[in-house]
């Protein structure tokens, strides 16, 4: 490591002459100051001279490695039985061993690079500012990282064989049998073999290589009553909080859990041609998918709609494809931009987090000063040039999506207690929260282009315990609030003032959203329920149908950070007009209905 930064050597020089003795003026005194002792050859001195480097940092990390591999790889009569004629040969380069070897090479060096970033003191989201070449060298890495990938699943797609390695031995885990030296799929008495055990032996090591060495069980889905017209396109251990759609690619969806973050593909559910996909079934189809027909828990239709809902007869369930995984705790809530592949996630300790699709790491992370409070939405504007994030403490922050800073450029104070969500009404500038007020103001509508003491337009008294999520219709100008008591409510945004009221539910609306054509909107209860409404105008909106337990409220994930989960979290109707929900039961479920 001298060799890049440099170092400063000291050389002793004995055969220097003695300085002369000094007389010298001190307090109106003369004092006489004696030179250095003498040694019989003369007087030491000391230099320092500095050696400049002679090696860069590239030169360095490209460095052939030199390892003491006398007793590393040495094989004894003890051990001499472990090495065989029956592991892979280390000639043929397209093995399992080696497209694994190769996939954790590169992953060696992400985390070299990643590594020694963190010692000089720079966060990785802020390499693309610091060092663009070094930015886009990483997203270099990351295609090879993710082609490797695909080819190694490519060409095993059950996973890791199972006669790879040799036999554990008893009591040994994995990884403790890994960190021997001929625990690798390289057995052969070659000088070939030797040196594929050792870069085999590093990479084991100093790599996640256990994630990759286990044989992949297909996941089939238990018989179960599902829901008519319903495929589950994710389905988890923990609670879905959230989930977002990629606009331009509907197939491409992000989930989120209290734990962790997942990219999936959900192309087969959204896929229409069912014919096909039947047939292929029947005829013994490889799909990884598992598909189960089912016609138990129809849809209740209300009674005062003389027409059948227009939803597909039949009912799958499938498995989802998982594209990329993230270890991130106590996300709440997410959404995704409408143009570019990017999304927000909003986490419990009071930061958003800016993602873009198929990137592992984060671009940014923004949040408000001072004591933060439990984010409980996130939304970019109607462009998508704007977003913006709300807390438990009654806050919202909005930021520029293409600026760099990290600092909002306005902050609103909305509700004493906790603001639970807000919808932009059209424009950037104008916005409408709801939450908790003191003074049961729960909705108010906000417009930051006025001075901060009259940006709030006009507030309402409703929602008597408190307001939960609100969304925005465009095409008829009302804004649509739901309460913790079930109830919903209609504001006329023109004339400012509410329209009607009525009971939606028995218990507290947790999500709600639009169809494509405004036409209607759904709500989701924190029991489950999961109900269609259709725009009255001043008579009452109507109920068209409701899905009962579309996802059972469950008390098994209480104690995960973030709190509790109940009931349904999350409401979104995408492009082709396929109902998409999550909830606690941890399930992403997709409703097929042709015409909503």
Not at 41 to 68: A, I, K
Not at 388 to 408: A, E, K, M, Q, Y
Not at 443 to 470: N, R, S, Y
Request: a negative charge; hydrophobic letters at 30%.
């Amino acid at each position: 490591w001298t060799k890049v930064t440099g170092t400063t050597v000291q050389s002793v020089d004995t055969n220097s002459p003695r300085p002369p003795n000094k007389r010298v003026s001190m307090m109106g005194e003369r004092i006489r100051v004696k030179g250095p002792r003498l040694s019989q050859e003369g007087v030491v001195t000391v230099r320092e001279t500095f050696l400049p480097p002679c090696m860069s940092l590239v030169e360095f990390f490209n460095r052939e490695q030199h390892l003491d591999t006398s007793n590393m790889f040495e094989v004894d009569s003890d051990c001499e039985e472990t090495l065989d004629d029956e592991g892979d040969d280390p000639e043929d380069y397209s093995c399992y061993s080696w497209r694994l070897m190769r996939l954790m090479s590169v992953i060696h060096v992400q985390d070299k690079i990643l590594s020694f970033l963190t010692d000089i003191g720079i966060i990785p989201s802020d390499l693309a500012g610091m060092s663009p070449l070094l930015a886009c060298s990483m997203k270099t890495l990351d295609g090879w990282a993710e082609n490797l990938l695909e080819q190694l699943e490519g060409a095993y797609p059950e996973g890791c064989p199972s006669d790879l390695l040799p036999p554990l031995a008893p009591g040994y885990s994995l990884q403790q049998s890994l960190a021997e030296p001929n625990c690798s799929p390289f057995r052969q008495h070659t000088q070939t073999s030797l040196q594929a055990r050792m870069l085999w032996h590093k990479l084991a090591t100093e790599t996640p290589i256990t994630d990759y060495l286990q044989t992949k069980e297909p996941e089939v889905i238990g018989e179960e009553p599902c829901s008519h017209g319903v495929r589950t396109a994710f389905r988890g251990t923990d609670g879905v909080s959230s989930f977002s759609c990629y606009q331009n690619r509907v197939n491409m969806m992000v989930v989120t859990t209290l734990r962790e973050i997942l990219e999936i593909d959900v192309k087969t559910c959204l896929d229409r041609d069912r014919g096909v996909k039947e047939e292929g079934n029947e005829e013994g189809n490889n799909s990884p998918f598992v598909i189960i027909s089912n016609d138990d828990n129809k849809p209740r239709k209300n009674h005062h709609i003389s027409e059948q809902s227009s939803i597909s007869s039949d009912s799958h369930v499938e498995v989802f494809n998982q594209l990329l995984k993230r270890q991130e705790s106590g996300v709440r809530c997410s959404t995704a931009h409408s143009e570019l592949p990017l999304y927000l996630t909003g986490n419990t300790d009071g930061y958003v987090k800016l993602w873009e699709f198929g990137y592992p790491h984060h671009l940014a992370k923004y949040g408000l000063s001072g004591t933060r409070g439990r984010v409980t939405s996130v939304r970019f504007g109607p462009l998508g040039a704007k977003f913006g994030l709300s807390d438990t403490n009654g806050g919202i922050g909005l930021w520029h999506t293409t600026v760099s800073s990290l600092t909002p450029y306005c902050v609103l104070n909305c509700h004493d207690r906790a603001t639970r969500d807000f919808a932009f009404l059209g424009s950037a500038s104008v916005l409408a929260s709801v939450g908790s007020s003191s003074n049961n103001r729960n909705v108010v509508i906000w417009d930051t282009l006025l001075p901060p003491t009259e940006c709030a337009v006009k507030k309402f008294q409703a929602h008597e315990m408190g307001a939960m999520v609100c969304c925005y219709s465009s095409k008829r100008q009302v804004l649509i609030s739901a309460g913790s008591k079930g109830d919903v409510c209609i504001f006329d945004v023109r004339q400012r003032k509410l329209q009607h009221m009525f009971t939606a539910h028995d218990s507290a609306i947790r999500s709600i959203c639009l169809s494509p054509d405004e036409e209607q909107y759904f709500t989701g209860s924190s029991e489950g329920d999961i109900k269609s409404w259709s725009f009255g105008g001043s008579g009452g909106d109507q109920h068209s149908f409701s899905f009962a337990e579309g996802h059972k409220s469950t008390k098994l994930f209480s104690n995960l950070p973030g709190g509790s989960l109940k009931g349904v979290m999350k409401l979104q109707v995408d492009s082709t007009n396929h109902l998409v929900s999550c909830g606690a039961d941890g399930e992403v479920k997709i409703r097929l209905i042709s015409d909503i």
